[in-house]
């Protein structure tokens, strides 16, 4: 890290403040060049640099969900081992192979250096660190019990990206075998067709009296085929700003609204998938704030940022007010349908009882185990359909394609 620059802020002795920016190989020699001035830190970051695009690329994906888990499970260990909080991250900083994590464990390690707190130096990295993630670790950090907050963390996210892995796995396999049935049609409407068209018009040269007008499922494939050979230069670049304007307009809090209403309603079962992944993440990341410390209301907030849905956020909105006015959890849950029935009946026992972790763990273990069933039958069924679908397709292509050669054939007899 030699040669960053850092902004500072600080004050002197008799109170007047200062700020500026330094050149050093740390903020701990930041911080070390101002108190030998007699001055007193208040904050001192490093300024952003310019990103190449390597760096741009690796900023847009981010952290994968694993890296981030073993890093928590080793830093877990390292801390109950008893090994100096620096020391710590240093050893995580060398260990870890992603590049943009080990540029937030250096940040943290700086920050922690200069005087903050773990969570506070989680906070000025939150494109690695999220909210749920900080909080856990605050908790932590408050109770004396870091090591199970970040065990709890590591936990958490092993799950959350087994349930992203399981998804993604059963679906790998109909997307691939859709992608290449796809490109065959492309193919075939751009190369092939275009064959037959050149037969047809020898035809009519041939024959120019004939009457050989071509029939209407013929006029459809050639139309497709003159459109994607003669227009794809317009096709591609419209297709991309489609899909660029649809990805803008769900960013925004109207279309992010309508969206995630719609996917619920997928039919096929796919809605269906939809909102058992939404529950089984909802309840994880519940049961995980509750279970490190979180306070309940931060937690209800924390679940309801997290949920990748809208359905769900506006359903822990009610959540939040029901509890701040000293109500339950379950009254206000029971009137979103996006909860089923037992959803609120298991967290009402949970209240009751004291055991709402205990009860939240439970249905997030259940609606995983519904998502692998539920996704393998969807796979199961997305299959034939699928097949269905790209023979009817090629079906229509081969048949509009001999109807003109079985008219030829009824007019030579």
């Known amino acids: 890290m030699a040669g960053q620059t850092f902004a500072f802020r600080a004050i002197d002795l008799a109170g007047a403040t200062s700020s500026g920016e330094l050149e050093a190989d740390s903020k701990a020699a930041v911080s070390e060049q101002l108190r030998q001035r007699g001055l007193i830190v208040l904050d001192v970051s490093q300024k952003s640099q310019s990103l190449n695009i390597e760096d741009a690329l690796r900023r847009f994906r981010g952290v994968k969900m694993r890296d981030l888990s073993v890093m928590s499970r080793q830093f877990a260990t390292l801390v109950a081992s008893g090994m100096p909080m620096l020391r710590a991250l240093d050893t995580l900083e060398q260990q870890s192979e992603d590049e943009m994590l080990k540029e937030a464990v250096a940040g943290v390690r700086g920050d922690v250096e200069a005087g903050a707190s773990l969570a506070q ?8 660190f999220d909210h749920l993630f900080r909080s856990m670790v605050r908790s932590g950090e408050q109770s004396g019990r870091l090591e199970e907050a970040l065990e709890r963390v590591a936990t958490h996210l092993e799950k959350m990206d087994g349930l992203r892995r399981q998804v993604r796995s059963a679906l790998m396999y109909p997307a691939f075998v859709f992608g290449v049935a796809l490109l065959v049609m492309v193919g075939v409407v751009a190369f092939v067709v275009p064959v037959f068209v050149g037969i047809f018009l020898d035809i009519a040269k041939e024959n120019p009296g004939s009457g050989t ?14 459109l994607i050979t003669g227009s794809w230069y317009i096709l591609i670049p419209a297709f991309a700003a489609f899909a ?17 209403r719609a996917i619920l309603r997928i039919p096929f079962k796919i809605g ?15 049961a995980g704030s509750v ?3 979180v306070p309940i209301l931060q937690s209800i907030q924390i679940t309801g940022d997290t949920s990748g849905n809208v359905v769900v956020e506006h359903a822990m909105e009610d959540v939040y ?9 379950a009254a206000p849950i029971s009137n979103h349908e996006i909860f089923p029935p037992m959803v609120s009946h298991m967290i009402a026992v949970g209240e009751e009882t004291g055991q709402l972790e205990t009860m939240l763990t439970k249905i997030a273990d259940f609606y995983e185990t519904e998502v692998d069933a539920k996704v393998k039958a969807l796979t199961a069924l997305i299959e034939p359909l699928m097949i269905c679908f790209v023979g009817g397709v090629v079906g229509f292509i081969v048949i509009s394609m001999y109807l003109p050669i079985f008219s030829l054939y009824d007019k030579i007899r």
Do not use: Y
């Open 244 to 260: 660029f304007a649809l990805s803008r307009w769900k960013k925004t809090t109207r279309g992010r609204e309508v969206w995630d």
């Open 321 to 329: 007010d029901s509890v701040k006015r000293g109500g339950s959890i």
């Open 291 to 293: 279970s490190s410390g």
């Open 121 to 128: 130096a989680m906070e000025r990295q939150p494109k690695v």
């Open 272 to 286: 269906d998938v939809i909102q058992k992944i939404a529950l089984a993440r909802w309840s994880r990341t519940f």
């Open 213 to 226: 007008a071509l029939p209407a499922p013929t006029q459809v494939t050639v139309g497709a085929s003159n």
